[in-house]
């Protein structure tokens, strides 16, 4: 068992009391009260517009992967071996000197690709190369699960093609949303005079890539729409996407991208597929080639290519937006590129060395105990009839539990990384590769084993089309879980994500789907409308916060998370009682009673600081809450945290009883 009741003091205590803040009063802010001393003492650095314990854990990821990358390349490798495409795809991404001496060179032959286009005609087999390489203009796509038969792959057509960084900032007109839509503008120029354009053309250009990027933007369904897996989800015939979009010869499309013979598809989101037709029809092809154009050089300038590239896509995406004020280490994002490349073959490397076998084991065993708890809590819901409860416990029974890292690795033998091409060419091929890998899965049977992310990742997920939990090895590692903590602390921390992935199967899209993974209604109208009473309380308690100045949270768009964090402390809490029954009662530690420890783990998960830029950033796009309202927002609704820390009416933090948040 990987975590057993204790009634002594043998176990390191978990709660470092110099992260508290004990001069705050717990009721009144208790993320200041949990965390204070932490955020005190970990003032932002330049090169971060975030910084909690969750980025704590992710940098000393990169730590790691870092030392096996670098041992890597002091060893002789085989050509063709995953350890001669680690190391040189890192030598190259480092070497700076050859990056700035070849320049733009690299990406010439792309844009002549695009500037040899002679009509509308040739556009089709153009963009879908451009998909290839890894670019994404006018739209998104991916094959995976169909939502209505989860068993097999189909082709996803969905809204895309805007880069400024979400929907909103095309369309709101406050001044900071203006203020970014002007350094947007400024950045689009920049990356064209860099590329050797003339004042003239990168003027041209940006106003091109704005008035198409705004249309797009202005047919695009908001972040809370695209909340609604019914209304973004249209199987259709191929005859229907043509008659949709007859811009863009499909056929042409589709063979191109390596699908020769596709009958339907899903296509999401009706509107903006029809808006791009109108865009090819309408604009003139030099300025389709314009947006082209620039959706390739900054997609290009985000694999750090040289310096004055880099520059300009730090200021616009990490300074503008978010506030930060340096680039980070070279190695750091070098890390990201290879692990975004060859994310599988650098995980298998990490698990061998930071995850023993046995971990995997007790982890399962941890997630059956938040599985019993969960199935207890939802056969005691009073909101909830039989119909729908005996639903909802045959799909929590099927959850398929992934642990640390997959059974089955991925083959890399088909990617070639030749350090005598440059660092473009050879991240296309990448790009490539990726692509093709998505492809040859269409049409075929969903393969339930795969991994959606790396063991080397610092997150966990939900997916509703596999009803599948996943947790990869790096996340379980302090504050979320230590062998040395005691009961209360894990399950405070790694409990409560565990219970937290657990509830997204139940959450107000995750309920949609039923135990195979299929868009389906399960629920009686009745106990359907109920669920959305209870969640519509959620909304409006989120909906009430102000995050900064005069802007507040978006409790529609949060609302999936912020269920998910309410259930992961209910269903925790709810697994950590079970281990104490019959069993003497645990003694405090420093001071602390066990349930005391236990919500203070789960902030201290939460722990961060964060630049106002930010803060106006991840309103608008984030579904997750910020992380001072993962805290003083979630913990108001579970009665445990008013009794563990007596927080009583006249505290700021109360909520009355009858208007807490009950779901599950």
């Not at 890192?90 to 032959?109: A, F, I, S």
């Amino acid at each position: 068992m990987i975590l057993t009741s204790c009634n002594c003091n043998k176990k390191a205590p978990g709660i470092d009391l110099s992260n508290m803040d004990t001069t705050v009063v717990a009721g009144d802010d208790f993320y200041r009260y949990a965390d204070g001393g932490w955020i005190d003492t970990n003032p932002l650095k330049p090169e971060h517009s975030r910084f909690g314990t969750f980025d704590q854990l992710r940098e000393q990821s990169e730590e790691q992967v870092k030392d096996l990358i670098l041992n890597l390349s002091k060893q002789h490798n085989a050509q063709g071996s995953v350890a001669q495409k680690i190391g040189d795809l890192y030598e190259l991404t480092m070497d700076t000197v050859r990056l700035n001496r070849e320049g733009v060179q690299p990406l010439l032959p792309y844009l002549q690709r695009i500037e040899a286009v002679k009509n509308k005609s040739e556009l089709s087999a153009l963009i879908a190369d451009m998909f290839r390489n890894g670019s994404d203009p006018f739209f998104s796509s991916y094959v995976y699960a169909d939502n209505r038969n989860s068993s097999m792959n189909i082709f996803h057509l969905m809204q895309g093609g805007y880069s400024m960084g979400d929907r909103d900032y095309y369309l709101d007109n406050d001044s900071n949303t203006q203020h970014i839509r002007a350094k947007y503008i400024q950045y689009i120029e920049t990356l064209f005079r860099l590329c050797h354009y003339s004042d003239e053309q990168a003027q041209q250009a940006a106003a091109a890539v704005m008035r198409i990027e705004t249309a797009l933007a202005t047919a695009a369904s908001s972040r809370v729409e695209l909340r609604d897996p019914v209304a973004n989800y249209h199987k259709v015939e191929l005859a229907y996407l043509t008659k949709t979009a007859p811009a863009i010869d499909w056929k042409v499309f589709f063979q191109t991208i390596g699908i020769e013979d596709i009958k339907e598809l899903n296509l999401a989101q009706l509107k903006p597929i029809a808006e791009v037709s109108r865009i090819i029809e309408t604009e003139s092809l030099d300025n389709i080639k314009y947006y082209l154009s620039a959706n390739l050089i900054n997609n290009s300038a985000s694999l750090i290519l040289n310096d004055e590239l880099d520059k300009a896509h730090f200021d616009y995406y990490s300074r503008t937006l978010s506030g930060t004020e340096q680039q980070r280490d070279r190695w750091k994002r070098a890390v990201g590129n290879i692990n975004g490349t060859l994310g599988e073959a650098v995980g298998q490397l990490y698990v061998e060395k930071y995850f023993p076998p046995a971990a995997k084991e007790k982890m399962l065993n941890l997630v059956h105990h938040l599985q019993t708890a969960l199935s207890e809590r939802i056969q005691n819901l009073t909101w909830m009839g039989d119909a729908t409860k005996a639903q909802a416990q045959e799909k929590l029974a099927a959850f398929h539990v992934k642990i640390g890292y997959p059974d089955k690795w991925r083959d890399y033998s088909a990617l070639e990384i030749d350090k005598n091409k440059s660092l473009l060419d050879n991240m296309t091929a990448a790009c490539r590769f990726e692509y093709d890998y998505m492809i040859s899965k269409f049409n075929q049977p969903v393969d339930k084993d795969e991994w959606l992310m790396d063991p080397q990742t610092v997150n966990a997920y939900y997916n509703p089309m596999t009803n599948e939990i996943c947790f990869p090895a790096a996340i379980l590692q302090p504050p979320f879980f230590s062998f040395d903590a005691d009961d209360a602390v894990n399950y405070g921390a790694i409990g409560v994500v565990i219970g937290h992935e657990m509830t997204h199967g139940f959450d107000d899209q995750g309920r949609q789907f039923d135990k195979d993974g299929n868009l389906k209604d399960w629920w009686t109208p009745e106990d359907a409308d109920r669920f959305k009473e209870r969640a519509q309380v959620l909304v409006d308690f989120f909906d009430n916060i102000t995050v900064i100045d005069t802007v507040h949270a978006n409790g529609s768009l949060t609302l999936g998370e912020n269920i998910a964090d309410q259930g992961g402390l209910q269903v925790s809490w709810q697994a950590y009682q079970n281990t104490l029954k019959n069993q003497p009662m645990p003694a405090p530690i420093d001071g602390l009673t066990d349930a005391q420890r236990f919500f203070l783990s789960y902030a201290t998960v939460w722990a961060s600081n964060i630049r106002d830029a930010e803060i106006l950033r991840l309103t608008k796009t984030d579904p997750h809450s910020l992380g001072k309202w993962r805290v003083n927002g979630a913990l108001p609704q579970i009665d445990a945290w008013y009794e563990a820390f007596n927080v009583t009416p006249d505290n700021k933090l109360y909520v009355p009883k009858e208007q807490r948040v009950a779901i599950w």
